[in-house]
């Protein structure tokens, strides 16, 4: 009688915990709490490379980011994304104009429950953009930094492996002030494809 208690009371438990996971789940996305992103992935700039003898407008991505739930799926995020080194162009006279993009980034982000385990995450906000431009003619060069801020928008597909791990991919669009040649300001499209981890708490 008592084996019988012992095992009617350890199949209800099993049953507890794995109920545990889903309900978990439903937590993290629609109630308060906070989270973490960290993805690598590639960047493209968009930049006119007819008429050059090399143009390099894709590199390495990086991004760092953290989120605050506010409920109802709703997220405040905070972000700081690397969107690589570009060597824009290279003539064949050997000017060139290097640069170097990143961005602090802050927005919102919309949790949408796909089913228990996938999420889609679409995010929209301002960036304050940081870029160095080196230019010139070799050995002699100029160099410029602008920092201004420019929208960015982006989506994410989540896959939970558990309730504080996640892998996501992530396609991100961010615009970035560069320097024209003739000195004046210029805007150009940067888009980034990136596989990352999520960390919820």
């Not at 208690?5 to 794995?18: D, F, N, W």
Request: aromatic share 8%; glycine share 12%.
């Amino acid at each position: 009688m008592q084996l019988k208690k012992r095992g009617g009371a350890l199949a209800a438990l099993a049953l507890a915990v794995a109920s545990l996971p889903s309900h978990a789940q439903l937590l993290v996305s629609n109630q308060p709490g906070v989270y973490g992103q960290l993805a690598f992935g590639r960047a493209h700039l968009s930049a006119d490379c007819s008429g050059q003898a090399a143009c390099g407008s894709s590199g390495v991505s990086a991004r760092l980011g953290a989120g605050l739930r506010v409920g109802g799926g709703w997220a405040i995020e905070f972000g700081r994304q690397g969107l690589a080194n570009f060597d824009y162009k290279r003539r064949a006279d050997d000017s060139h104009r290097d640069i170097e993009v990143e961005a602090w980034q802050v927005g919102v982000a919309q949790h949408i429950e796909l089913t228990p385990q996938w999420l889609l995450v679409p995010r929209l906000g301002l960036g304050r953009v940081s870029s160095q431009t080196d230019a010139g003619y070799w050995p002699s060069s100029d160099s410029e930094r602008r920092r201004e801020w420019r929208p960015y928008g982006g989506m994410s597909l989540v896959w939970r492996l558990n309730r504080v791990l996640s892998l996501q991919l992530q396609a991100d669009y961010q615009r970035v002030p560069l320097r024209h040649d003739n000195g004046r300001s210029e805007d150009a499209d940067a888009a980034t494809l990136a596989l990352g981890l999520g960390f919820n708490y």
